[in-house]
């Protein structure tokens, strides 16, 4: 297989995974209070949002890609 049909196949699976799905949700620790022995920690989670347009720029990239790739073979 040639890397440019398998590098399109790639962007097409990942533009469908990004429209797909709406972001990335992670947890981060962090100190509150640290006052000798006494130390308080919390635990936040935040998102980390994937904006539709990326998702459409890869499947589209990756579909133009697909086509040019065949035409060459």
């Not at 962090?30 to 308080?40: A, N, Q, R, S, T």
Request: net charge positive.
């Amino acid at each position: 297989m040639k890397p440019t049909i398998l590098l399109a196949i790639m962007l097409i699976a990942l533009g469908i995974l990004a429209l797909g799905y709406e972001g990335f949700n992670y947890t981060t620790r962090e100190k509150v209070v640290d006052i000798g022995p006494l130390k308080v920690t919390t635990e936040k989670t935040r998102t980390l949002p994937l904006p539709p347009i990326v998702g459409a720029i890869a499947l589209v990239g990756g579909i133009v890609l697909l086509v040019v790739g065949s035409k060459k073979a």
